[in-house]
């Protein structure tokens, strides 16, 4: 049986470091910051790191993959950003949900500096934002909706945009990308589940029974009821069972079986964790405000 609380996660590769560096350097060609983060699970995908890079530069949050969060918690987590001072936007970026009132947003925030720039002459002045996220939130995504081509590399797996790009997104607003970058160190072991759960680190890496086992007792938790449905448990005593007894039973449920009827619960875990990341379980959100 695996371990359903341990978060030995070691992930961190050469290149986060370079990336790290190459923002702090493209800092001073930028007006404000785009930084995406996973609407699912909003505080564990923004990389406190960034926040020392940043400094004072404007920021606007987008809550990427809206579609795939609760649409309740992530309302509410609108609100909590909004309460910090710090304006954002529930999208899609794949499909373009909720990015029209992007750049209407961003002028809004930039408003004074861009009344500084016309008293000084500089009218047409383009506004530069750099675009900030983990690995795999979709970066790449939004600035190809943004720009109308696929010039961003993009792909369901962390870390395969390298380098910084510059793009035009309209006669107005130009966009930097960068690649996406963790940092070396989670200080709440639930910061690292949150991130495997939905992809952010590669599986390969990691015990991919234990992290099944620990979805599996926040969706018993949670989100009982799409539990049951999606795995047809109902009838049984789902409540009282671990996470491993759980996964024991929906691959069961499922016709995995090894040799002599033993339960393939490798391959049941695969399953679970490629269903929540497609929301086939449904629209879930790993995180709650806490104020």
């Known amino acids: 049986m695996a371990n359903e609380t341990s978060t030995d996660i070691n992930w961190f590769p050469g290149h986060m470091t370079k990336a790290k560096r190459r923002i702090e350097q493209s800092l001073k060609l930028v007006d404000i910051i785009i930084e995406i983060i996973d609407a699912r ?14 400094k004072s530069k404007p920021i606007i949050v987008l809550l990427n993959k809206c579609d795939m969060a609760d649409k309740n918690r992530t309302a509410q987590w609108i609100d909590y950003f909004k ?12 499909t373009g949900k909720g990015l029209k009132l992007f ?23 383009n506004i530069r934002a750099m675009v900030v996220g983990i690995p795999n939130v979709g970066k790449s995504s939004f600035i190809n909706k943004m720009s109308g081509n696929n010039k961003a590399r ?8 390298r380098g910084n790009q510059w793009f035009t997104i309209s006669d107005r607003l130009e966009i930097l990308d960068t690649p996406g970058i963790l940092w070396p160190k989670f200080d709440d072991p639930k910061v690292g589940l949150n991130l495997a759960f939905t992809g952010a680190v590669k599986d390969q890496i990691l015990d991919i029974e234990m992290l099944a086992e620990n979805l599996l ?68 959100t790993l995180e709650e405000v806490t104020l």
């Open 154 to 161: 993009t792909e369901d797996r962390p870390g395969v945009t």
């Open 217 to 284: 007792n926040f969706l018993k938790d949670k989100y009982f009821d799409e539990l049951l449905s999606r795995y047809k448990l109902e009838g049984i005593d789902c409540a009282n069972m671990t996470g491993h007894e759980l996964l024991k039973e929906i691959g069961k449920k499922r016709g995995m079986l090894l040799s002599g009827g033993v339960i393939d619960t490798e391959r049941a875990a695969v399953m679970l964790l490629d269903e929540f990341r497609s929301a086939k379980l449904g629209k879930i």
């Open 41 to 54: 699970i909003p505080i564990s995908s923004r990389n406190p790191d960034l926040f020392d890079l940043i």
């Open 103 to 125: 750049e209407s947003k961003i002028r809004g925030i930039l408003s004074d500096k861009i009344e500084a720039w016309k008293l000084k002459g500089m009218i047409n002045r």
């Open 83 to 94: 309460l910090k001072g710090i304006e954002s936007l529930a999208v899609d970026c794949k």
